[in-house]
């Protein structure tokens, strides 16, 4: 009898030391879940504060193409780099560009290296994508951004910490680039601003507004 009792006390001490331990694992996994949800919510917490830094009004008098990013990328790209970005097009188009490009310049080593010096076997045929409302250049080598509809697509100043996207009015525009003026068009609802990518070059950032926000934007070369 006795040794029934014995046996049914061990059992039991074994069963509340098992539930006791169960206890203490549930709570050591609950204490880890609430501190992954911390760090998470303490990340995501910097993620916003870095992602809504003050914009500074813009007075310079040109506007470096390097400081510009759309929706986040270079407007210069390795053409590797923008087909893992973009690698669906709604359309592709290649054919000369008998005025010249902006490769000439901005891809002058690589274009001299592969079509001789004064790209005397480059045959002019630049390629442009379309893709996203967005139309991008290329010479199969780098890409270049062209234009496109606001939209869902942003225009960034990294320095200045500005996006211009299709909400950004006129009136706000104008706080952000206090010293550029309005350009009339042939279209009365539709107004310009324009600003140069370097000193005394005329190829220039364009912005166009449709009923006083933001429609599209793009950069424009002067070649012919």
Not at 92 to 119: A, H, I, N, Q, R
Not at 130 to 135: F, I, K, L, R
Not at 163 to 175: A, G, H, M, Y
Request: glycine share 4%; with cysteine.
């Amino acid at each position: 009898m006795k040794s029934k009792i014995f046996a049914a006390l061990l059992m039991f001490l074994a069963l509340w030391s098992c539930q006791k331990k169960e206890k203490e694992n549930l709570k050591s996994v609950q204490g880890n879940d609430s501190l992954q949800s911390i760090i998470k919510q303490d990340s995501l917490h910097k993620e916003t504060i870095s992602g809504n830094e003050t914009p500074k009004a813009f007075t310079d008098d040109f506007l470096k193409i390097e400081n510009v990013q759309v929706n986040g990328n270079d407007i210069i790209l390795p053409q590797e780099q923008f087909q893992k970005l973009y690698p669906k097009h709604d359309s592709v188009k290649t054919e000369p560009w008998d005025c010249g490009s902006p490769f000439e310049w901005l891809d002058k080593t690589w274009m001299e290296k592969t079509y001789g010096k004064d790209l005397i076997n480059f045959d002019g045929k630049i390629t442009t994508f379309y893709t996203n409302n967005a139309e991008f250049i290329s010479n199969n080598h780098t890409v270049i951004f062209s234009s496109t509809k606001s939209g869902n697509n942003r225009f960034e100043i990294k320095s200045h910490h500005i996006i211009l996207t299709q909400e950004t009015t006129v009136e706000d525009f104008q706080k952000l680039f206090p010293k550029l003026k309005i350009e009339n068009t042939d279209q009365k609802n539709i107004q310009r601003f324009s600003i140069p990518v370097g000193k005394e070059i005329e190829d220039s950032f364009m912005f166009y507004f449709k009923d006083g926000k933001l429609d599209n934007f793009n950069l424009w070369w002067l070649l012919c």
